[in-house]
């Protein structure tokens, strides 16, 4: 044990020099290999990137969660802060309903899809936006022009879907 000690504090004692010239130099004569290391392992990463990962689109649709009544045009309308927070309180409910199979199954059907109930549940996220009354609905999908659809579909669907739900 004594004659590892006496190995271990000698090289503490040592000093290592290291001459970046030469080490400048060794990479140097080197470059062929790191460049052609470099393109080696860049084609293989591209190749798997183009090939095998399955790129995926995103659409989305934000919705305002409105809890009074009223109607639009040239009819003026006011929001009170109460109906602003209760509308704020709702918009979990309102994701939840938007995360049935009714709903769901309804999108299915307007959308003229061939998932499942569970598929198209699998596809969609939703989320309240900054404490907000407005809440984002988010579609991921292989196809773009399908993620549109969908999402489109919801917007459309969604808002029946909660009337006759909470009426």
Do not use: C
């Not at 080490?23 to 080197?30: C, D, E, G, S």
């Not at 080696?40 to 095998?52: D, H, K, P």
């Not at 802060?81 to 409910?93: I, Y």
């Amino acid at each position: 044990m004594a004659k590892y000690l006496k190995e271990y504090n000698k090289m503490e004692d040592d000093e290592i020099e290291i001459d970046l010239i030469a080490l400048a130099r060794a990479l140097w004569h080197r470059l062929w290999a790191i460049i052609l290391a470099a393109v080696v392992i860049g084609g293989a990463t591209f190749s798997y990137a183009r090939f095998y990962i399955t790129p995926m689109y995103r659409a989305e649709a934000l919705m305002y969660v409105n809890n009074s009544s009223f109607s639009v045009g040239s009819t003026s309308f006011s929001i009170s802060s109460s109906e602003l927070t209760a509308a704020q309180s709702v918009v979990e409910t309102y994701i939840v309903i938007l995360n049935t199979r009714t709903t769901l199954n309804a999108v299915i059907k307007d959308a003229k899809l061939d998932y499942t109930y569970e598929e198209l549940k699998n596809m969609i996220s939703a989320e309240a936006l900054n404490n907000t009354e407005i809440f984002r609905v988010a579609v991921e999908s292989a196809d773009p022009e399908e993620a549109e659809v969908i999402a489109n579909s919801i917007a459309k669907i969604l808002p029946d879907q909660i009337a006759d739900i909470v009426d």
